[in-house]
């Protein structure tokens, strides 16, 4: 079955790089997702990757997959205070009909 | 249209009371979904609609009635609730095609409070 882990919280001052951490178990062709909550907010999507890739990179973000440990990691470059919100890791099967597994998401808070 | 617009955002109604909460998107997505997030938790499945027929009840109390009008449209009907239920209940919609990724786009919820 599908288990997702997270790290709960990731304190980092402005500028810096955040680096949000996920673990996942499934070991048949998935896809990973990073979604963005902020307070008092729903969902929104920030990438994807599917499990054959290595890296994903979109402006600031870049997504690293290591196969061999099922780990996912989201780096924020030039970390701003908007960047401050819980961080959803995610998992589906290799299909649209697939439901999502949501890791219970990592708190990031950046300081000035 | 890229967005998933959910009525009411706030919602604050007793335990004897029924009330509704409402969802729409415009992409053309054929697959809809009712989440519940409690504070500092992660989203949790409710009830996925597919081509405006309910595939996947993740037994839910029947104290919380889906309907799906049409492919543009989710309701969720709410009677006699309890206290717990109190969270914020997510909408989302996602193109629901074969292989490849299930991209769900996201309202930005209904934060009921039950008294």
């Known amino acids: 079955g599908e288990d997702v882990e997270q790290s709960l919280f990731l304190s980092v001052r402005e500028g810096d790089s955040s680096v949000i951490n996920c673990t996942y178990t499934?070991?048949?062709?998935?896809?990973l997702y990073w979604y963005k909550q902020e307070p008092g907010a729903g969902l929104q999507l920030l990438t994807y990757i599917f499990s054959n890739m290595d890296m994903k990179q979109d402006q600031r973000l870049t997504v690293l997959l290591n196969k061999k440990d099922k780990h996912l990691s989201l780096r924020i470059a030039d970390t701003q205070t908007g960047d401050s919100a819980i961080y959803f890791c995610?998992?589906?099967?290799?299909?649209?009909?697939?439901?999502?597994?949501f890791g219970k998401g990592t708190m990031l808070l950046v300081s000035p | 249209d890229t967005e998933v617009t959910q009525t009411p955002k706030h919602l604050v109604m007793g335990m004897t009371n029924k009330k509704s909460l409402k969802c729409e998107q415009h992409?053309?997505?054929?697959?809809m979904y009712w989440y519940k997030q409690k504070a500092k938790k992660p989203p949790e499945l409710m009830f996925v609609y597919s081509y405006e027929k309910l595939s996947i009840n993740e037994s839910v109390p029947s104290r919380f009635s889906p309907e799906c009008p049409n492919s543009s449209l989710l309701n969720l009907h709410l009677h006699a609730l309890q206290p717990e239920d109190s969270a914020l209940y997510l909408c989302?919609?996602?193109?629901?095609?074969?292989?490849?990724?299930?991209?769900?786009?996201f309202g930005a919820g209904s934060r009921l409070t039950v008294l």
């Open positions: 995610a998992e589906s099967m290799n299909s649209g009909y697939s439901t999502l597994t």
């Open positions: 989302a919609s996602s193109p629901r095609t074969g292989d490849g990724a299930n991209v769900l786009t």
């Open positions: 499934d070991s048949s062709s998935t896809y």
């Open positions: 992409m053309g997505h054929r697959a």
